[in-house]
């Protein structure tokens, strides 16, 4: 493989990581989304639920309702470790892959020039 084969696979390795950082800009956004819409939403479901059980006579329907609370609490910790998880995944992933891709790309230009 010869340098001036490395400079023509330079415009394809570009590309490979502009998609790279578009997959990346995208994860972030949906993390953003998610904390800023369904989380929050959630949260506020499990407020206006304790502002009833504060109000609440019954015992029965008192432990239901903590249950409740708990379990939005627990959806909320489940919404941010998977996207804290497929942040870190998808980037680890999407690197290997990058670098991968990046070898092959250039591997491949250099055969179909005849110089691998």
């Not at 995208?26 to 206006?48: P, S, T």
Request: avoid cysteine; proline fraction near 1%; hydrophobic fraction near 40%.
């Amino acid at each position: 493989m010869h340098a001036g084969d490395i400079m023509n696979a330079l415009p394809i390795l570009s590309t490979a990581r502009a998609r790279h950082l578009t997959v990346l800009a995208d994860r972030e956004r949906i993390a953003h989304d998610l904390n800023d819409h369904v989380i929050q939403r959630i949260f506020a479901v499990g407020l206006d639920l304790q502002g009833t059980i504060a109000q609440s006579r019954s015992s029965e329907i008192t432990a239901r309702l903590n249950r409740s609370v708990t379990d939005l609490q627990t959806v909320i910790e489940d919404i941010i470790t998977t996207v804290f998880e497929l942040h870190v995944t998808g980037t680890q992933q999407i690197g290997s892959q990058h670098h991968y891709s990046s070898r092959a790309t250039v591997a491949g230009f250099a055969r179909h020039h005849g110089d691998a």
